[in-house]
């Protein structure tokens, strides 16, 4: 089975610039989420999403980020414009049910984003 | 709001060694947890989880988990690392009443296994 596919695996991007992050997660999986990941700490929730509907993104910066995730399958995270501070590990994952308790996050290989 | 702190962030350990890595918990109701692995290079990988019955939990590649309601505690362990269990740890820890529950995870540590 496969696993969570993300691309780009690496992004480079001068500030002010326009990057998009991709994800496919499991197959069958409805809920996926988007999480930053910065050197030295555990991943963070940015959103969260269960099946098109985006359920929880409380820890979205609205200004400058946007997701997508238009048929319930994959998703897209955009940052626009990029601040130094992006630079990250953005990870996707995604899980079988409705993320509650007992549902268990299955993580892609993440994009690191560096911006200069 | 749910909280998880590991107190090492970087272990450094001769290969046979056993291996303990600490990590407490700040929620007052009923949680799920998780210890993921990370290996250089790849992804974020779980290692085991904790639901519900027997707390000594058992995951892959020889490791263990005990889950101790008294102390908040959710240690990792494993009796003999191998230079392969280099690695970031993280332990997460999730509330297990409703569907808005966030996965909370702590800020990892460093394994190394020297030769």
């Known amino acids: 089975e496969a696993g969570v596919v993300q691309s780009p695996r690496y992004k480079i991007i001068e500030k002010k610039q326009p990057v998009a992050f991709w994800c496919n997660p499991i197959?069958?999986?409805?809920?996926l989420y988007w999480y930053l990941q910065n050197l030295g700490q555990g991943p963070e929730l940015l959103i969260r999403?269960?099946?098109?509907?985006?359920?929880?993104d409380s820890q979205l910066p609205k200004d400058r980020f946007s997701a997508e995730r238009l048929k319930g399958v994959d998703s897209t995270l955009k940052i626009q414009p990029a601040e130094l501070g992006d630079s990250a590990v953005y990870l996707c994952a995604s899980s079988l049910g409705a993320g509650g308790g007992t549902d268990t996050q299955y993580f892609g290989p993440g994009t690191r984003l560096t911006v200069l | 709001a749910q909280s998880v702190s590991q107190h090492n962030h970087h272990v450094i350990l001769s290969e046979a060694a056993s291996l303990e890595l600490g990590c407490n918990y700040s929620y007052g109701g009923t949680v799920n947890l998780f210890w993921y692995v990370q290996y250089p290079g790849q992804h974020l990988q779980l290692l085991l989880k904790y639901f519900s019955g027997d707390p000594l939990v058992k995951g892959i590649k020889g490791f263990e988990a005990e889950f101790i309601k008294s102390k908040f505690s959710f240690n990792l362990r494993k009796p003999s690392v191998q230079w392969s269990d280099t690695a970031e740890y993280f332990c997460a820890v999730k509330s297990r009443v409703g569907t808005a529950s966030k996965l909370t995870f702590g800020t990892g540590t460093r394994l190394q296994v020297t030769l």
């Open positions: 197959s069958g999986h409805n809920t």
């Open positions: 999403y269960e099946n098109e509907e985006a359920v929880d």
